[in-house]
């Protein structure tokens, strides 16, 4: 069971850059699936989620820069982050919640990746 995730790194302020995630064959049913991230210092927060109904919830703070989509049939998240700020920068976890074939069946599990640095730079 896994979230692979894929993209952040090093950016400008005002620049761009997009994360991937992606759930293993193992995971299925997800129910929502989404962004966090931690900053230094700080707690890991919320940055964005969608639902398998593709309803969307974002941070106040990512509100009109970031985009959140998702791709049901293949278990893949996308977060589109644009005009990004200094602010922005933290480690950034994908999280699902669904099922396991590897677990106990019609429960309902919380998954995280490993994790993908953002840096924005002045």
């Known amino acids: 069971e896994q979230l692979v995730e894929s993209g952040g790194g090093l950016v400008q302020a005002g620049g761009s850059l997009a994360l991937s995630c992606e759930a293993s064959g193992d995971i299925f049913a997800i129910i929502k699936m989404g962004w966090y991230r931690q900053a230094p210092g700080k707690q890991r927060e919320l940055v964005a989620d969608i639902t398998s109904g593709g309803v969307t919830n974002y941070a106040d703070a990512v509100k009109g820069r970031f985009t959140i989509s998702r791709v049901s049939a293949e278990n893949t998240v996308t977060l589109q982050m644009n005009s990004l700020k200094e602010e922005d920068t933290g480690v950034y976890y994908c999280?699902?919640?669904?099922?396991?074939?590897?677990?106990?069946?019609?429960?309902?599990?919380?998954?995280w990746g490993q994790g993908t640095q953002v840096t924005v730079s002045s």
């Open positions: 999280n699902a919640d669904g099922s396991s074939v590897v677990r106990v069946e019609g429960m309902v599990y919380e998954f």
